[in-house]
């Protein structure tokens, strides 16, 4: 059974005097991160074009009830079965997720044979994409990554302790069947959209599909520059604390660097981390948990530099930091190939070397960079962001695009 959450859409104005009834998909509700933000801007495209959509419901397979925005808090929203199990084994339930997929299909198709709908539209990185759009509706998928943990970066969720031990098991023994499940629900797209050229790579080697590459909004508005905020010599690191963050790489490269590290996020492997942090030589590491946005806005426009060391498939909060004129020192790799010009906003590095990463981080001076830093984030606003979503959806409700 589903759990509907509400009754009335967000938005109901005339069918033939807007752009069509859209219904959105997304995996889970679980915390207002990067994706729940391009979630929410989606909407506001939606509703905000001369001639606004109808958001007729949001389907997803978990919702633990955390407010996103006013838009997507007050769509109706249909939960799968799985939806019911404690929020904690989540990350456990990956075998169950074409189940749930299914499920939510099959609602969907209820929903449209009483109230049609005229486009799906899915935010996804592992299994929104595999719901099935009734006959005759397009599906656009906005795409962060197909999941990394099927694909691209399987080896890396294999660590953090007897956990990391056991999800890696586990991730062996069904990944084949998982991988053969998402790259066949791929068909039920129409237009794939990739958040960088990196992704849109991934989409091409996972589904032999190619996408269109819509950067995702960055909150340049709000992530400003302070010139009245001094510089500390701290570096810094906002990030979920999962193994594929590579967050022990940041930790490193500081204590090389002789800089403090300053980390923002939590996760299953900050336990290991903060081990990690403790027997590393010269390492001065504060972790500060979850912050809000003002907390981190503070601390991006206070560091010396932002670490990414990961492979992103974007990396929305690397141009945050840019966004406020601090430099980037990346991995020269996924997303951050978009994001970062080198040697202009910061620093793309080929290695894992903490050495390397040292060496790049004394070469850093924030006040040579910051103009250019600045300009290099505006080209990734929220305005160009609604436009060219707004776009698209005329053409699928078009059939300009896909099929």
């Avoid at 397979?61 to 838009?71: D, K, L, N, T």
């Amino acid at each position: 059974m589903m759990v509907d959450h509400a009754d009335q859409p967000l938005c109901s104005n005339d069918r033939a005097g807007g752009a069509g009834r859209i219904a959105l998909a997304h995996d889970w509700i679980v915390a207002r991160r990067g994706g729940e933000l391009v979630l929410d801007a989606i909407a506001d495209a939606l509703l905000s074009r001369a001639n606004p959509c109808e958001i007729t419901r949001l389907y997803t397979m978990f919702h633990a009830g955390v407010p996103i925005s006013e838009r997507i808090d007050a769509l109706p929203v249909t939960v799968s079965p799985l939806g019911r199990l404690p929020a904690p084994l989540r990350r456990w339930l990956l075998p169950a997720y074409p189940a749930a997929a299914r499920s939510l299909t099959r609602v969907l198709a209820r929903d449209h044979s009483e109230s049609p709908i005229d486009l799906l539209v899915s935010t996804s990185s592992v299994a929104a994409k595999a719901i099935r759009p009734p006959a005759g509706v397009p599906h656009l998928c906005y795409c962060h990554t197909p999941a990394r943990y099927l694909w691209s970066q399987g080896d890396q969720y294999g660590g953090g302790g007897v956990k990391g031990l056991a999800r890696g098991a586990g991730l062996a023994l069904f990944r084949g069947r998982l991988r053969r499940w998402d790259r066949d629900t791929s068909a039920h797209v129409s237009v794939f959209v990739a958040n960088s050229s990196h992704t849109r790579e991934q989409i091409r080697l996972a589904y032999d599909r190619d996408a269109l590459v819509i950067h995702p909004p960055v909150r340049t508005d709000f992530f400003t520059p302070d010139p009245g905020v001094p510089r500390c010599g701290s570096l810094l690191v906002v990030s979920a604390l999962e193994p594929y963050k590579r967050v022990d790489l940041a930790i490193d490269a500081a204590a090389c660097a002789g800089r403090p590290l300053t980390i923002i996020g939590a996760g299953s492997h900050e336990r290991a981390l903060r081990a990690h942090a403790a027997r590393t030589a010269n390492a001065e590491v504060t972790f500060v948990g979850r912050a809000d946005d003002d907390a981190v806005r503070d601390a991006m426009r206070r560091a010396w530099a932002f670490l990414m060391p990961q492979t992103e498939d974007f990396g929305i909060t690397c141009v945050e930091a840019q966004a406020c004129g601090t430099p980037v020192v990346a991995r020269g790799a996924g997303g951050a190939l978009d994001t970062v010009i080198d040697g202009q906003t910061g620093t793309l590095i080929g290695s894992e070397d903490a050495g390397d990463w040292a060496d790049a981080i004394r070469a850093i001076n924030p006040p040579d960079l910051a103009i250019s830093c600045r300009a290099n984030a505006e080209r990734f606003g929220a305005e160009r962001f609604g436009s060219a979503i707004s776009a698209l959806v005329d053409a699928c409700s078009n059939r300009e695009v896909g099929g």
